[in-house]
């Protein structure tokens, strides 16, 4: 601990009086031996939206009723008509029954027709080909069901929009675009995510002109104002891909790299499944997936992939310090279809009873068991400081950390049981508000309490970053499995950017 005690001698020259002195002790401000940052570190808003973990994308609009994955712009409005009343509280709680924490709603795809009557623009639902068109607002109606549901919520706008004049002109930006999106950024000031695609131009109906029409991302959307004016409205939205708060991982596959750190230059764009140890911003993963065989919007007759493929991307994602958004499209009734509602259900199962996943309607006795509860936990070094002990890698409290002292960047954690528990996944995380710093660790179990054996020998056993979730067999892809009879379970962090910490530490 640094305590400095400053004497600060006031000479006080007073006519007729002796000389004064007076002290004056000053403590700097780090008594708890707090552990300085390990830059760039997250916005607090970042932080948030790294919480969400797994969130849903709905794909729905024009191209749900005209087949088409993007539109052309010269859609007539009246092709927008549901069958039925849309209904995002039935989205939602499909998705929440998976797992998910919230979800983003496309509200304007390429083709520029808009889910709400905006001042910006004729090619909206105002137009739509009925009655329930019309009058289902989805913004409105979606930031209402999530509120209902305590589900977080966001939309996706596209920057291109090949349906208006304007697009590639100044007028599109100052006139259409950000007016469009402080639009949608009040329909709640606790939206946790603004998502725009990075598709910018090509062909398209313009108005009428029709043509091609190309811009330069970087620089047309006037982003730095775009995200002033969003977060005036809703401080914790990040604003993702073209507003630069958060990261495409890019395979559009639900992977992200084992090795995957937070920070990029700034855009990334060409380190996105693994990030970069020497970046300067920070720029979070998120992986965009299809948890249908066909397109983003939906289409007649596709399937759903299996819970246990999604399970696997989980881990590919969730599992490696990025987010997963899994898209999940409505039909056109405005609902997702009976085969996807099933599946995200029996998704959400897997998650509860595999990794303690808080789910909907499942209670805490039939979700796994944390191991590391009942472990006795010795780690080779504990900073100083009185406030980082062991106890905090399983309090369950994310703002509580165990730590070394600064200059030691390598520590072994071991876990032990007096029976032999069945484990199959380590649970990892970093205070990442402190930054990511974990660059190499290994993984060994014992059957007998004496002798140790690698685990996931073959895996990059790099960063840890939000959350690490390492399946202790090294597979992803393998299912569920028999797990190992471990008396310990060790791990030895081998280096890292500045002092390792980790808030938290679960094995199942
Ligand atoms: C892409 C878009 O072009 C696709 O249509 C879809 O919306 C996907 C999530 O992002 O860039």
Known sequence: MKIKTLLIGLLIPFAGFAQEFQMVSQELSNPDNVPAPCHPVPHK???LWNETEFYAFFHYGMNTF?????GHGDEDESIYAPKAMPNPEQWITSVKAAGMTGGIAVVKHHD???????????????????EYGRTANIPELYAAA??????KYGFYISPWDCNSAHYGKDTYVTEVFLKQCEELAKYGDDQFEMWFDGANGGNGYYGGEGGTRQVDAEIYYDTPNLRARVHQIAPNCVLWGVGGEARWIGNESGYAGETNWAMTDYGGSGVREEGDINGWFWNPGESDAKATNAGWFWHQGESMKSAERLFQMYLETVGRNATLILNCPPDQ???LPTNTVNELKKLGEMLHKRLALPVDGMDETTAAVDYAKSANIEVSEVRTGGKYDVKNLTDGDKETYWGTNDGSLSATITLSWDTPQTIRYLVMQEPISLGQRIKDFTLEFSADGNTWHELCPVMQTTTVGYKRIIPLNGSTSESYGEGYNAMKLRIKILDSRACPLLSNLCVY
């Open 45 to 47: 808003r970042q932080i």
């Open 66 to 70: 005209t087949g088409n994955e993007w």
């Open 112 to 130: 520029g027709f808009c889910l709400w009557p905006t001042e910006t623009t004729t090619h909206s639902i105002a137009k739509a080909g009925n």
């Open 146 to 151: 999530s509120k209902k549901h305590n589900m």
């Open 333 to 335: 009734y405005g609902v």
